[in-house]
């Protein structure tokens, strides 16, 4: 039987709602903002002050001239290969490295432990990462997006603690059975903790989707940059060189080019959240396991 509420806990609620959604406003607005000036006609957008609540006329010139670019086309392919094999690649080491460090009587386990997370803290710098990328052939390759970040040191210990979680007693019966330790990781492990490994892949696919750090040192090819290489390209240079109309007003069109290819690169990747909400939740209570 559910109590009754008291007119000071509808207060406290009406006072909890009224707050999240004030705190929700304030990080929405940002994306609220691109938005409308990517729509806005750029010659009312640049004489507009004060906040924006609607689109300042509706023009779609931003985007024209944004899709109108082949590097955008370029970027998209490049980022979607490096999403999708990145992750692959991300989500196996991970699973394979968390298993050997959650199994009780893995040998070392505590001072590898201790080395891996060591890493976090404390790295070798960019020129002997650098070096090294160079040194193993992996320069001016796709390899150098995916390989080096293969492993993200919070993520591994993440996932041993979700294996942790796990009654011992599965992998024992599937032993038992005559299962190995793939079969136990891949047929009995990460379907229990699918939840978790749902949010770690999405950990990982946005990293990939908006990192272009790697790709400025490593790849030198520009038919292999990422997206997110070129947006930082337009928003550094206004403008996207070679596809602008020479009797336009570039300057008008500077901040509207840049607003749409913000919303372009940043829709996708927002997208796919609302699938993997649900396992956020999910994955809170996957400690609660108990032998």
Not at 116 to 128: A, E, N, Q, R, W
């Amino acid at each position: 039987m559910t109590e009754k509420l008291t007119g000071g806990d509808r207060i406290f609620i009406v006072f909890i709602y009224v707050i999240t959604g004030f705190l929700a406003l304030i990080c929405l607005y940002p994306m609220i903002h691109v938005f409308f000036a990517s729509i806005s006609d750029p010659l009312k957008l640049m004489v507009h002050t004060g906040v924006l609540l609607k689109p300042q006329g509706i023009s779609l010139k931003g985007y024209q001239i944004v899709f109108s670019n082949r590097n955008i086309y370029t970027g998209y392919f490049n980022t979607i290969y490096y999403v999708i094999i990145g992750t692959l690649v991300n989500m196996l080491c991970s699973s394979l490295g968390a298993y050997a460090l959650s199994r009780p009587n893995y040998m070392f386990k505590r001072t590898i432990t201790v080395g891996i997370v060591f890493t976090m803290y404390f790295s070798g710098g960019l020129i002997p990462s650098y070096l090294l990328v160079r040194a193993l052939g992996l320069y001016n390759s796709r390899l150098a997006i995916v390989l080096p970040g293969a492993i993200a040191t919070w993520n591994l210990i993440v996932m041993k603690t979700s294996f942790q979680a796990i009654p011992n007693s599965l992998g024992e019966s599937a032993k038992i059975d005559g299962a190995n330790d793939l079969v136990i990781l891949f047929r009995i492990f990460l379907p229990v903790a699918k939840a978790t490994m749902a949010v770690m892949a999405l950990f990982y696919a946005v990293g990939h989707w908006n990192s272009w750090f790697n790709a400025m040192i490593y790849i030198q090819d520009r038919g292999k940059y990422p997206l997110s290489l070129f947006l930082r390209e337009i928003l550094i240079a206004n403008s996207v060189s070679g596809n602008v109309n020479p009797d336009a007003n570039v300057f008008f069109l500077d901040e509207i080019i840049k607003y749409a290819t913000i919303i372009i690169s940043t829709v996708p990747i927002l997208v796919a959240y609302p699938f993997a909400q649900r396992y956020f939740m999910t994955g809170v209570m996957l400690g609660s396991l108990k032998e």
